[in-house]
DNA sequence: GCCGTTTTCGGCCCGACTGTTTTCAGTCG
């Protein structure tokens, strides 16, 4: 099992104890445990089997009853804890939880009272008018509880960073042009760039804040106001976005900004640390009494802190918090890093746009080079290229370099294939063909579903072929479409850096491929990276940006990063080392 | 349940908003 459904459990075991006992910090301890596993680089099944116990007992926030916990979910794949829980709780929690306004105890109350065990039964009961006669719901609990029903059956989840951070920016720009409003930015999940997001938090910095509120509540795309208080306001949008609006006066701006980034356990993290200093610190401030000695800046409250600035992509509580202590986090990759594309589509195949389009459009964005990697023939659907058709389209590039020459411009086409990996794991195009490019990506566009040793032997034996350069989106997901490729990704890496062959990220919003958490797995272990648009259209360069932001979220660095590097530099990686070693 | 340069008991982040209440519990972030 891998980490996200080990804490899945252990969060689970927590929320049920939470409906049993109220908040009790049991319950917590269950949370927050969960909250660490999903944030830790390592597959807890690997720390497992490399220090057994002992080595769960060294992760914070897991002492003796975690740790058996985890052990038994590792070995069995359960938590007989868990089981029990379920069995005295017969009720589906994930879902009621998931009702807006619902928490355990209305949850209790409801299964207490109404027998509500479900969706249904709590829709059944809410049409009846059953529920507003409990004490501690009335009548307006009830419609809420109706419409937070109504908006899961229309089956709206967490949006595409892809799709939300396009609506944050242009509330930004909507808001900066208000009488009053000094300041208007994007915050929450969307500033640290998760590849997903529930709901987008803007901050506002005004005199006044009744004339943003009434501004924002009265918007056109507003369906549903929240909530609507004097300095904080929430609307859910026609498109199903929950935006949560939060003013607060100039003094206050680096510490809402803090405070509204999040994550949850980062700013925690933080307020444990202004405690440990005798000093508070909320969303307006950071206070020595009364006294406020930061909060105009974020940058100024870090300082005060001891810390050093922790960029968003990092706030997890995912080990920054103890480096910006040291002064010893990394330096990410940074969003202008980028030379060169490593994955592009053009109209040989399946993308809408020739060779020529896609090289000005890249040069347009200020990069130096793309690699042209149309698919191969087994994707016959697609047109894919057989031998004669990639030699031919080799010799067009030749052209188009040689026009770029003649223009005076550097701009390079470089010869590059999104080779099929087969079943079997061999390659769609024989040996000497790939010899002949200069770059060899390798993806899986089928048999997505094999078990998990063959998978792994499959991708083993197609990244580890010679020509093989780089590993295209290795786990082939689609956020919210299609869950990854089961593979052994520990094993994997290890055949990597070992053939010296590149991990990507691509940087397609759906794919976003690879993972955080993996791609901090490639940088612990020195396998290196590309960050690629997966371009199927001169506009699609722009995603490029998503990619940046999931590799300074994997703690990516540029040196990790292979078309950070000139190009020459990258080509002689790729052509010249066996391994990573030399 | 976890944790410890004021430690092995007694703490555990902090505040806004809502709805149902007569001062606050529950939820959310």
Known sequence: MDNAGIAGIIREVGEYIQVDEGLSFRAKAYDRAAETIESLAEPLTETYARGGLVALLEIKGIGRGLGDALEEIITSGVSSLHEELKRALPIDLPALNSVQGLGPQKIRALYKELKVRNLEDLEKAAVGGKIRVLTGFGEKSEEKILRGVEFLKRGAGRMLLGDALPWGRSLEKELLKLKGVRKATLAGSARRRRETVGDLDMLVVADEAKPIMDYFIAMPDVEEILANGETKSAVRLKNGLQVDLRVVPAESYGAALNYFTGSRDHNIALRQIAQDKGLKLNEYGLFRGDVAIAGFTEEGIYAALELEFVPPELRENSGEVEL????????????????????????????????????????????????????????????????????????????????????????????????????????????????????????????????????????????????????FHPTARKINARPACDFDMVAVLDAAAQAGTVMEVDAFPDRLDLSAEHIRMCVSRGVKIAIDSDAHDKAHFSVLEYGIAQARRGWARKEDVINAWPVEKMLSMLKGAQSYGK
């Open 324 to 471: 910006a202590r040291e002064s010893g986090l990394p330096q990410l990759v940074g969003y202008s890093d980028l030379c060169g594309d490593l994955q592009v589509q053009t109209s040989w195949t399946d993308g809408v746009h020739s060779i020529d389009k896609m090289a000005d459009a890249a040069m347009a964005l200020g990069l130096e080079y793309i690699v042209v990697t149309d698919h191969t023939k087994r994707l016959a659907m697609m047109g894919g290229l057989d031998e004669k058709k990639i030699r031919l389209q080799m010799k067009e590039i030749d052209a188009v370099n040689a026009r770029l020459v003649a223009a005076g411009k550097k701009f390079r086409v470089l010869k590059g294939s999104e080779c099929d990996i087969l079943k079997d794991g061999s390659l769609d195009l024989p040996d000497d063909v790939l010899a002949e490019l200069d770059v060899v990506g390798v993806s899986i566009h089928s048999y997505f579903d094999l078990p998990r040793d063959k998978q792994t032997a499959r991708v083993i034996k197609a990244i580890t072929n010679p020509h093989a350069d780089i590993f």
